[in-house]
C-alpha cells in the first residue's frame, strides 16, 4: 500500500516528518520574484514562477533529509490556473527527487463528483483512450463527514492506483472541539467515532506494517487526543499538523507514535519555510535556513521517541 512507502522512507532518513508547501509571494526571496516579474511581468503567470522557483530550491535543500512534502492547495489556487500549474510541476518536482507527496486538498463530496477528484489527484485522467496522471500525488486529505459515500471512490482508487489518503478526524485548529468534541449518542465524541470510521474503511487496505491507506489527520496541539487515538485507532497511520509555528513539539507529538517509531508522520509549514527569520539569516538563505531546521526537527522528534525500526 502507499503508506507502506511513505514508512520505508521515514524508516529509511530516520525522520518521521514532512515539509508543508504552502507559498506566499511574502515568504518568496526578493531576487526571486524579481527575476520571475521581469520575465512575465507582476501577473499570475509571475506570481506562479516565483512560488515554483521557491519550491524548488526548498525541495533540492530537503529530500535527502526529508522523506515527503505537503502542499496546500489553496496556496496554489489564489494564483488562479497558473498557480495550479506551478502546484503540478511541485508535486513532479518532488516525485523526481523520490519524495513522497500528499496534497492538502481537504476533499469532500460524493458519487462521481468525488470519483472526479479521486482521479484529478490520485488516479490517471482517461484522454480519448489514453491514460495520463492530472495531478500525480501519492496521499490527499480529505474530509469525511458525508461519510462512506464520500470515502469509498477513495478507497477504490488507493487500491487500484497504490495511494493513500489521510481523512480529518481531530484537527489542530482552536476551534474544532465545536463539532469534533461533541458526545453521541454512543458516549464516543465525534472524533473518536471518525477515527472508528478509518479503521473500517481501511481494513480491506491494510499494509505490510500494520497500517492501512486509509490514515488520519490527528492535530499534535492535543497530545491527549493523540494518545487517546492511538491506543484505539491501531492500524490508521496518522498526519499530525500543528508541530512548529502552531505551537507543537516533540513532547505534544510523541504520543502519535507506537513502540517501534511508526504511526506517524509529523509536518511543519510555515517553520521550514519561513525559517530564516529565526535564524537570523537573510532571506536570500532561506533554503539552507529550511535544512537547518529541517534537522533540527528531525533531531528534536527521533531524540524523543528514538530510533525508528521496521518491526
Known sequence: MSL??????????????????????DYVPASIKKKCFEKYGKTLDGAA?????????LIDSLYDIVPAIKPQAAYYEMYGWQGVKALCDTIAYAKSKGMFVMTDGKRNDIGTTMEAYATAHLG??????????????????????????????????CKEKDKGIFVLVKTSNPSSGELQDMKLDTNETVYEHMGKMCENWG?????????????????ATYPEQLLEMRAKAKHTFFLVPGYGAQGGGAEDVKNAFDKNGLGAVINSSRGIMCAWKKQGLTEEDFAQAARNEAVRMRDEIVGTIGKITLG
Open 49 to 57: 514562477a516565483a512560488l515554483f522557483e521557491f519550491n524548488k530550491a
Open 124 to 157: 490517471t485522467t482517461d484522454v480519448d483512450g489514453e491514460k495520463i496522471d492530472a495531478f500525480g500525488a501519492d496521499a490527499l486529505t480529505v474530509n469525511g463527514y458525508l461519510g462512506t459515500d464520500g470515502i469509498k471512490p477513495l478507497a477504490n482508487i
Open 4 to 25: 507502506d512507502r511513505l514508512i520505508e522512507k521515514i524508516a529509511e532518513k530516520q525522520n518521521p516528518t514532512v515539509a508543508g508547501l504552502d507559498p506566499k509571494l
Open 203 to 219: 481494513s480491506e487496505l491494510m499494509g505490510k506494517y500494520g497500517y492501512s491507506a486509509i490514515g488520519a489527520v490527528v492535530g
